[in-house]
């Protein structure tokens, strides 16, 4: 079965250190992977995506993305971390049942953190 | 969350009633969906639909309906046979000619059952 998995719940970091939100996932075949951030009360705003090529994936504000195959992981990463990425991340593979159908699977999300 | 506008952003419902969440995007976009979102639970698909006058269901359809009459229009019912509809929902967009494609979201709706 096709899922996502976000281990952490919460994470905690203090302003200016480097984040990072981690995610695994398990599909059949090659995965099409999405990250997207959510504010408080609002619609989710996407963020990246690894569709195919380098295993790092640059992003909207400052964010990036490390594809790792042998470890099926695609962990969210920025080098120094603000006050205003605390936001709840959530992280989505492509559905490949039916195909072509642009559904995607979530994980259950990643609350950061940031304190100053 | 720019494109696509839900409303209204909160909604009252009395147990028995039957409600209606309005979606509509100007993205040009084929495909949309509707998803509920729980505290600790992530994102579930409800329904979604690739083209007009088509819709599949999801994987928490029950007590939900859809119509796609118009490619711009997406509106959700929650019916009286959804026993536990209080939460918050959200519609998205996206092109088809490929699943690689991101979705756009909407602001939200927040639906609370008195």
């Known amino acids: 079965a096709q899922s996502v998995a976000q281990p952490e719940d919460q994470v905690n970091v203090a302003e200016g250190n480097p984040l990072t939100v981690k995610c695994t996932y398990s599909?059949?075949?090659?995965?099409?992977l999405f990250w997207y951030v959510q504010y408080p009360n609002r619609g989710l705003q996407f963020l990246l995506k690894y569709i195919t090529g380098d295993n790092l994936v640059k992003g909207s504000y400052g964010f990036e993305a490390e594809f790792n195959k042998s470890q099926t992981s695609f962990h969210l990463k920025k080098p120094s971390a603000l006050v205003s990425d605390s936001a709840l991340y959530f992280c989505a593979v492509r559905d490949i049942r039916p195909s072509n159908t642009g559904k995607l699977i979530f994980g259950q999300g990643t609350t950061l953190q940031v304190k100053p | 969350d720019g494109g696509i506008t839900q409303s209204p952003k909160y909604l009252f419902r009395k147990e028995g009633q039957n409600v209606t969440l309005s979606c509509e995007q100007n993205?040009?976009?084929?495909?949309m969906y509707w998803y509920r979102q729980d505290p600790g639970q992530g994102l579930r698909l409800i329904y979604y639909?690739?083209?007009?006058?088509?819709?599949q269901k999801g994987d928490i359809a029950e007590g939900y309906s859809v119509s796609r009459e118009k490619k711009e229009s997406f509106p959700l019912t929650v019916t009286s046979a959804q026993k536990n509809p209080t939460a918050f929902y959200l519609c998205a967009s996206t092109r088809t000619g490929g699943s690689y494609n991101e979705q756009f979201f909407g602001p939200g709706t927040r639906l609370t059952v008195l």
């Open positions: 639909s690739q083209i007009v006058n088509d819709f």
């Open positions: 599909v059949s075949g090659n995965p099409y």
């Open positions: 993205l040009n976009h084929d495909a």
